[in-house]
């Protein structure tokens, strides 16, 4: 059954018409309209000031509040649409963000596999943005690894596989070192370990193939051990050594 257009206003979604009746406000009168009770209205005035203005930092730690609060589908899919825009000295602030809103991250390894030959999108909302971006926020992500917050790196994690496995020929070889790293220095986090053991299969390299053997022969943990199968399984359907 299709949804009104009521019922889709109320959870944020926008037209054309409803832009334009709006497309000549200014940022104060914009700003205003961010306050909305109106979901609609709220998702307009993202998309317009994402538009007209840059992305400064004020202005992306105003989005990332929001999407701490805002639970209307439309508006929360712009909010990250406009953050995608962002440049690298504003992902460094999303970053602060990673693994705060929501509750749809992983407190537990997952029972189910995952049988895809993709990689999977992040279930962070702020990794999920942060993936979308391109290799240059790279750098950013790596510095949250040599972090003590735990939950930030299991977030940045998924967002350095993502990128990494569709911009392969972009990114440099330091990145699996950190990763590598990563992944000893917190060898007893199991999610830790199975995300890594997740972002390896991004990467062309007989040293990860040897980690992955190994992992898969050896690890306390059968569904890292199935995990470690699956990367080597797309290691090898992927890139030719």
């Known amino acids: 059954m299709k949804s009104s257009n009521e019922q889709l206003k109320n959870r944020g ?4 018409e409803d832009i334009n009746v709006y497309v000549y ?22 998309k317009l000031l994402s538009n007209k203005n840059e992305l400064d930092n004020e202005m992306i730690n105003l989005f990332c509040t929001m999407l701490l609060y805002e639970n209307k589908l439309y508006t929360k899919m712009e909010l990250c649409n ?22 749809n991250q992983y407190t537990e390894l997952p029972s189910k596999e995952f049988n895809k030959k993709s990689y999977p999108l992040p279930r962070d909302i702020i990794a999920r943005t942060l993936a979308h ?38 990114y440099s070889e330091n990145i699996l070192d950190d990763l590598i790293s990563c992944f000893n220095e917190h060898i007893t986090d199991d999610i830790v370990r199975w995300k890594i053991v997740r972002a390896f299969e991004s990467f062309n390299s007989k040293t990860v193939m040897y980690i992955l053997i190994n992992i898969k022969e050896n690890d306390s943990n ?20």
Do not use: H, Q, W
Not at 38 to 44: M, S
Not at 222 to 241: C, G, H, M, P, V
């Open 13 to 16: 979604y926008v037209t054309v």
């Open 25 to 46: 406000s200014n940022k104060n009168e914009l700003l205003e309209l961010l306050k909305s009770k109106e979901p609609y209205k709220r998702t307009i005035a993202i």
């Open 82 to 103: 406009a953050l995608s825009k962002a440049s690298v000295k504003s992902a460094k602030i999303m970053i602060n963000y990673l693994g705060l809103i929501g509750k």
């Open 133 to 170: 971006m391109s290799v240059d926020v790279l750098p950013e992500l790596i510095k949250t690894l040599k972090t003590n917050n735990i939950i930030t790196i299991r977030e940045a994690i998924d967002s350095i596989g993502f990128i990494c496995f569709y911009n392969y020929n972009s």
């Open 222 to 241: 059968s569904i890292i051990r199935n995990e470690a199968k699956r990367s080597l399984d797309i290691i090898n359907s992927k890139f030719t050594f």
